[in-house]
């Protein structure tokens, strides 16, 4: 069975920083590219970063150089460091494991990002 279990959303004061980590299991870790997603309300969930089992990344134009996607292949882990946050990226941060050569695509359950002051 193939989990991905998000964790590190919270509330933050804008300017701040938050890490998010997403734990895969039931994969075979290395063969799939991993990413960060996320909708706002209303809207279509949209990529915020990915990563390849060689560590290229790919970043949303909203979020680069504010965000850095990070992988750990040893601990099945990804991570999300999320610097300068803003009120606009406030919403539902999902992990997603592609396997590109056979077109699968996994969810996590989300995680809620808060930036209030």
């Known amino acids: 069975q193939v989990q991905l279990v998000e964790s590190g959303g919270d509330l933050v004061q804008p300017g701040g920083s938050l890490r998010l980590s997403c734990a895969a299991s039931g994969i075979i870790f290395s063969s799939y590219v991993m990413g960060w997603y996320r909708q706002a309300h209303g809207k279509q969930r949209g990529l915020v970063a990915s990563?390849?089992?060689?560590?290229?990344?790919q970043y949303g134009d909203s979020v680069e150089g504010r965000f850095t996607i990070s992988r750990d292949n040893a601990k099945n882990t990804i991570y999300l460091q999320m610097n300068s946050l803003k009120p606009e990226d406030t919403t539902v941060y999902y992990c997603n494991a592609h396997h590109r050569l056979i077109g699968r695509n996994y969810w996590g359950q989300g995680t809620q990002v808060t930036v209030s002051s």
């Open positions: 990563i390849t089992s060689g560590g290229s990344t």
